[in-house]
């Protein structure tokens, strides 16, 4: 596959060939398919250059031109545009590439673009699989977690019910206790009301027994 290669700090053109072989026998086409280069990022220091965008096409010639230009897609492809119309496909195809690109491109000859387009399509395929499959796994890793998130929801809602029942049953008991200790209360001064009653009966017949013994005396 295509090993990434560090940006470079100066404005040469940083080739991405270096690790693809090229079959025996291409010859000076392998030296062309250097030329399939992009430019390299310059380090973000001092002031930005500001740089005035060049709309191109990519099948035509642009000599005359900086290659530090920003290039501008002459294409029709509008906002509402989709990939479903044929048409707007073939007109982001034909100006996709920078002119750059596409010249090194059409300089190559028939077998070593075919190698390249395969070489291409490969590493492309390996990546799209890899790339499914991490998708995928995170789907499914996210899918659970949605799962596990729902049932502590559900666990979460069904102790929340199960505290407001504990609560409910505890009001109820203070309420009933409170009940139980007015009662009581009631119950006991009636006890002491009926006491003192029952004493002050009991002291009336000692002194009426203690009136009837002492005339008796006399």
Known sequence: MLKSVAQSTSSNHVELSNDIKVSEGQGPDAEKEKNLVVLGKKKALGKKVATTPVQVSSSKAVKGLSEDEVCVPNWSVKIGDSFKDASVCADVLANFAPPGVRGAIS???????????????????????????????????????????????????????????????EEAWVKKVGELTRR????INDLKKSFAADKLKADREILDV?????????
């Open 210 to 218: 203690q009136k009837k013994a002492f005339a008796e005396e006399k």
């Open 107 to 169: 300089e190559m000859e028939g077998d070593t673009m075919l190698s390249r387009l395969m070489l291409s399509f490969c590493n492309l395929s390996a990546l799209v699989d890899e790339g499914v499959t991490r998708f995928r796994k995170g789907m499914q890793e996210y899918e659970e977690f949605t799962k596990k998130k729902e049932k502590i929801k559900a666990s979460m809602a069904a102790m929340k019910k199960e505290n407001d029942g504990f609560s409910k049953k």
């Open 184 to 187: 009581h209360e009631v119950e």
